[in-house]
């Protein structure tokens, strides 16, 4: 059966679509109204801590139904309602509630429609990254395009526009395969199927999680702070959009690749990688803000700490939770990497920006993926035998 490659592509477009409008602006929404680095950070924080929880009960609820289609098509169609709160909020724990409520049905897509997509390409898992690289290829729209408007118009504008996105990612959900065609791989029990718990406990699998949580967490100062600390330093939104757009397109170049980057070389080895020029990126970062050539060019090792990290992580996932335990392999990658790491990042950058400065926020960055990428190779030397048959 030929893979629904459009109808796949079209939720990560309009999905990440949202994410570039978000990442780098909604920050400087935030500051807008008046919140502090503090705030921000814990607001960031809040909202991100949300993936502890909520990819968990909606990824347990699909796994049981076999509906990881509806609880997808749910949470698309419930993110915008609840969105739409925004224009009501009125101070720091209403802005929090409402951030964390749609949050919460955010955090019911991205885990499910991971399974979809595996389950619609069974056989042919290299095609993951062609079809995930819309995803990035939206955010890149979003980011420049936002990134303009808002040179010109007021930031009040942004929540209009991220509405109207969300909008759109609720009509194309409708429309991606049936439950029935996505998830007929669900009713086969493998030969040897491993229950989750027992999964999860393997020392090599909890190194993989902490070392994700790990460099999520290294990227907090920049998915929070990044567009603030640009301002600061002097450039433009729209050169600001086209930044953050630039790390995207590298991603997108790497993601075009990457399927024969998995075949050459071992997973564990790209996220390890990866880690290094992570630690590599923040340093250099927080050191010379005023460079923009050299802004630039680390700007484009994006296609490292985001692109070859999560393909190499997708890939693993799906090998360490195999079967009925996908979904909640998903989430336990989506909550304990994006939503423990994240939080922290998010949290502990505020904090870090708040009492000392921008630039230890994005050292601190630094030394936190270092440790990762120590965990990383120090768990693939003792137990090479068990990440060989993640392979």
């Not at 607001?43 to 509806?70: C, E, G, V």
């Not at 509405?163 to 030969?191: C, H, Q, R, T, Y």
């Not at 170049?253 to 980057?261: A, D, E, I, Q």
Request: proline share 3%; net charge positive; glycine share 8%.
């Amino acid at each position: 059966m030929p893979i629904p490659y459009w109808q796949l592509s079209s939720v990560y477009f309009f999905y990440f679509a949202v994410l570039g409008a978000t990442s780098p602006y909604w920050s400087l929404y935030l500051q807008s109204l008046g919140f502090s680095a503090e705030q921000i950070g814990s607001l960031m924080a809040l909202f991100i801590a949300t993936k502890l929880i909520a990819p968990n009960i909606w990824s347990y609820l699909a796994d049981r139904t076999h509906q990881h289609q509806r609880v997808m098509q749910l949470g698309a169609i419930l993110t915008p309602i609840c969105f739409t709160l925004v224009f009501w909020q009125d101070g720091f724990w209403l802005m929090a509630g409402v951030m964390a409520l749609y949050s919460f049905f955010w955090n019911a897509i991205l885990p499910q429609y991971e399974v979809i997509t595996l389950r619609a390409i069974k056989g042919q898992e290299e095609r993951y990254s062609q079809i995930r690289l819309w995803g990035s290829i939206g955010f890149i729209c979003s980011v420049a395009g936002l990134g303009w408007w808002l040179d010109y118009a007021s930031i009040e504008t942004l929540p209009v526009s991220i509405l109207l996105i969300m909008v759109f990612m609720a009509l194309v959900s409708l429309k991606v395969p049936s439950g029935k065609e996505a998830s007929a791989a669900s009713n086969k029990k493998p030969e040897a199927e491993t229950q989750f718990i027992q999964c999860l406990r393997q020392p090599h699998v909890l190194s993989f999680l902490f070392g994700v949580m790990l460099m999520q967490a290294s990227h907090g100062p920049y998915y929070t702070f990044f567009s603030i600390f640009m301002e600061q330093y002097g450039y433009s939104r729209t050169a600001i959009g086209l930044l953050w757009a630039l790390g995207v397109f590298a991603e997108v170049l790497l993601f075009m690749v990457m399927h024969k980057l998995l075949r050459w070389i071992n997973a564990e080895v790209i996220l390890f990688l990866s880690l290094v020029l992570a630690t590599l990126r923040w340093a250099l970062t927080g050191l010379y803000p005023d460079s923009f050539i050299l802004i630039l060019l680390l700007q484009c090792l994006h296609a490292a700490t985001f692109g070859s990290f999560h393909a190499a992580s997708i890939a693993l996932v799906h090998r360490l939770f195999p079967g009925k335990n996908a979904g909640q392999g998903q989430a336990a990658y989506s909550s304990i990497g994006f939503g423990v790491g994240g939080a922290l990042g998010a949290w502990g950058s505020g904090l870090i920006w708040q009492y000392f400065s921008a630039e230890a926020s994005f050292l601190l960055a630094s030394v936190t993926s270092g440790i990762g990428a120590l965990i990383i190779v120090g768990s693939l030397y003792r137990h090479r035998t068990a990440w060989a048959g993640a392979k």
